[in-house]
């Protein structure tokens, strides 16, 4: 088992002591050991292998033993009792913003409430709100989370998701007879959260890949088997990692059926509908096992060529939302949307001066290891005192740091930045005169969630109109399945970016995703510069730009559109432009 499956394990057996309310200190340990795991750059193996996890810091003897033996077999019989003797729904209670372990048990001893639906109920009878410490507002805004999360429901994370399916691909390709396998659904059209898993193959005997999939390792559940299609429910503990389920659904067709019936169960529904009213209007009937015209079937060995027999050029499955893709198909006028090889270099990364587990240079060998040309260091300013932000003085330090830095990496440049928290009324944590010793400022909002739509918005606009903000963080502040953004009108925000030429970051960070899709397409319309960063506190999270790529692709955009695909010999003067136009700006006389 690797290192991210193990402390989310960790995390998990936290949070079950918690709520049985065990020794905060016993629970902060396994809290305190997930996170020595996560910042860990070394070889979890050798360390294991070698007696060694004592020397982590953070890690004890009990938790060395218990990391060891799920590194080695997997499993851990101490797990596994605890969550057996906990309630399941209690883990969704925890999950609920207002609600922490302490407060789930309060609940569960005190009125017997074990899941979600019997939370719901128990507060619109005023129950909750009779128990000591909690009172209406707790209760109202326990509903409020239920709410969220009926909105959202047994959706997971992409990433979460992916790491499933690319488990059940690597089992169903070993069977004998299998011609083509895909991911469908949503997740190939790379949604930010994923309901359910849609799997596709091809053979001409779909018996032995039926048979595999019902028994694959994940499967807790099957809900129904037939010849050509089978439905199971899948455990992401079983392939490493902590709880978390999901359905799956498989279905086999032959080999000439295979275009139709990816297209069909990619989707979306609309751009289906769509696509088959093209169809119809061409005297052609398509659904999803065939092409046909009033005489025969039309063959189509790929959706390239399908597309292409109904008039249009490809559609990239990230596209597939009936939203004006079918008409620019079909006009040749689809764009070329940005791919990851397209990326030069990224800037909001954290580091260990403030609550990233990397150092400058080992981030920068980690991007550069990544093919990246150049690297943003933007650790926290300095009122974000939870995240260790750094005080002017420690600014210049860094600075110092980095230029002896850049004096030696060859063919690789870092950037000196700053995510800079936008403070209340919408000013910056820094003086102008530090914030223009940045070559680029990321301005992020932090704290103060609950002001009304008009205050955030306001707030914001005053921060993306300051000259010396390069960009705008985490535009809404969400973190997906867990707490929706804060109260904002984006569209005043992104027009008041593009007039002052401050660019809006898409984090790349599968927690939060933001600025999503939908924006990113209106963004484009307006000429706001959009940047991909992927908000990294560790090397290996740098790699995550890949899911920016994907809001990018959804909201159609291409390289001209995304800051970061130029070159470094083009970055490093549009950077100096903008600071030096800062620098003579009136508001900063």
């Known amino acids: 088992m690797e290192k991210d499956q193990i402390a989310l394990i960790l995390e998990e057996i936290g949070t079950l002591l918690e709520i049985r309310g065990e020794n905060s200190f016993r629970c902060q340990a396994y809290h305190a050991g997930a996170r020595a795991l996560r910042q860990l750059e070394g070889d979890l193996s050798a360390l294991v292998r070698e007696k060694q996890l004592q020397s982590v810091p953070g890690i004890g003897k009990t938790l060395a033993e218990k990391i060891s033996t799920l590194a080695v077999t997997g499993k851990l019989d101490f797990y596994e009792e605890l969550r057996a003797a906990t309630p399941s729904g209690l883990l969704q209670i925890v999950r609920l913003p207002s609600v922490g372990p302490k407060k789930a048990m309060t609940i569960y001893q005190q009125l017997g409430v074990s899941d979600i639906a019997e939370l719901k109920a128990a507060c619109l009878d005023s129950r909750v709100a009779s128990l000591k410490g909690f009172g209406p507002k707790t209760q109202k805004k326990i509903l409020e989370g239920i709410e969220f999360l009926g909105q959202v429901g047994q959706r997971v994370r992409i990433d979460q998701a992916e790491a499933i399916a690319r488990a059940v691909l690597d089992e169903l390709a070993e069977v004998p007879g299998v ?17 359910d898993l849609d799997i596709l193959a091809s053979s001409a005997d779909p018996g032995p890949l039926m048979e595999r999939f019902a028994r694959l390792r994940g499967v807790v559940e099957v809900i129904g088997k037939g010849d050509t299609k089978c439905s199971v429910t899948l455990d992401r503990n079983r392939y490493g990692g902590a709880s978390l389920r999901i359905n799956a659904d498989l279905r086999v067709v032959r080999d000439d059926q295979f275009a139709f019936a990816l297209h069909y169960f990619t989707g ?21 096992y065939e092409l046909a015209d009033t005489n025969r079937s039309i063959p189509c060995k790929d959706e390239a060529e399908l597309f292409q027999v109904l008039g249009m050029d490809y559609i990239s499955p990230e596209m597939r939302e009936n939203m ?15 791919c990851l090889e397209d990326l030069q270099g990224t800037f909001h990364c954290h580091t260990n001066w403030s ?29 974000l005192t939870i995240a260790n932000g750094l005080t002017p003085d420690r600014v210049r330090i860094q600075h110092a740091e980095i230029d002896r830095l850049n004096s030696r990496m060859n063919g690789f440049r870092i950037f000196k930045g700053t995510e800079c ?19 680029y400022v990321v301005a992020s909002v932090h704290s103060h969630f609950n002001q009304s739509e008009d205050e955030m918005t306001t707030r914001i606009i005053r921060a993306v109109s300051h000259p010396l903000v390069t960009m705008l963080g985490h535009s809404t502040g969400r973190v997906l399945l867990r707490r ?11 027009r008041a970016a593009a007039r002052h030429g401050t660019m809006v970051e898409i984090n790349a960070h599968p927690q939060r995703l933001d600025l999503d899709w939908v924006h990113c397409k209106r963004a484009k319309s ?31 955009l291409e390289m001209k559109n995304v800051f970061n695909t130029q070159a470094i010999d083009q970055i490093a003067p549009l950077l100096r432009y903008k600071a030096s136009r800062a620098i003579q700006s009136p508001q900063l006389a």
Not at 269 to 286: D, F, I, P, S, T
Not at 324 to 338: D, K, N, S, T, Y
Not at 527 to 532: E, P, Y
Not at 535 to 552: Q, S, Y
Request: charged content about 30%; proline content about 2%; aromatic content about 4%.
């Open 324 to 338: 004006g893709e079918i008409e620019a198909a079909a006009a040749r006028q689809l764009p070329r949307l940005v």
């Open 484 to 494: 929706d953004g804060y109260k904002v009108n984006l569209e005043q925000v992104l």
């Open 526 to 556: 307006l000429g706001v510069g959009l940047v991909i960063n992927p908000d990294a506190h560790r090397t290996e999270e740098i790699g995550l730009l890949r899911f920016g790529i994907d809001v990018a692709r959804r909201g159609w």
């Open 268 to 288: 979306s529904k609309e751009h289906n509908v769509a696509v088959r009213a093209r169809a119809q209007k061409m005297g052609l009937k398509l659904n999803e």
């Open 179 to 195: 011609i083509r396998i895909e991911l469908c659904g949503s997740l190939r059209r790379r949604r930010e959260t994923i309901n």
């Open 355 to 383: 609550d990233g587990a990397a150092t400058i240079e080992e981030m920068a060998e980690a991007a550069r290891a990544l093919g990246l040309k150049y690297l943003g260091i933007a650790d926290h300013s300095q009122s």
């Open 421 to 439: 928290d936008i403070l209340p009324d919408g000013g910056l944590d820094f003086t102008d005169d530090v914030l223009a010793s940045f070559d």
